[in-house]
Nanobody, 119 residues
Framework: QVQLVESGGGLVQAGGSLRLSCVASVSIDSFNDMAWYRQAPGNERELVAG???????NFANSVKGRFTISRDSAKKTVYLQMNSLRPADTAVYYC?????????????WGQGTQVTVSS
């Protein structure tokens, strides 16, 4: 079974940085793409950044220029580097992996890691 384990969250002051990691139990090359989502209290889960198997990336407008996403196939890990953090970035961050099969779109989720940015 696919397992995704996030780490790297914590408490940081505004302007600081954190790097989140998502380690998969299987080769990340088996996924069409992987992404980071976040959910703040009272809000819907939203896409933060995504990266395809080929390394193409996309970002939410709110994090462009501050966050980067990368992948290391050998380590079965996807990273989210977060710089210039703001209190509005406070949320639980979830790792997502997606497999697109004929007639199926399979999504896998990690358990989430809390990021809190103090002002």
């Amino acid at each position: 079974q696919v397992q995704l384990v996030e780490s790297g969250g914590g408490l940081v002051q505004a302007g600081g940085s954190l790097r989140l990691s998502c380690v998969a139990s299987v080769s990340i090359d088996s996924f069409n793409d992987m992404a980071w989502y976040r959910q703040a209290p009272g809000n819907e889960r939203e896409l933060v950044a995504g990266i395809t198997r080929n390394g193409d990336t996309n970002f939410a407008n709110s994090v462009k220029g501050r966050f980067t996403i990368s992948r290391d196939s050998a380590k079965k890990t996807v990273y989210l580097q977060m710089n210039s953090l703001r209190p509005a970035d406070t949320a639980v961050y979830y790792c997502n992996a997606r497999r697109i099969l004929i007639g199926q779109d399979l999504n896998y989720w990690g358990q989430g890691t809390q990021v809190t940015v103090s002002s």
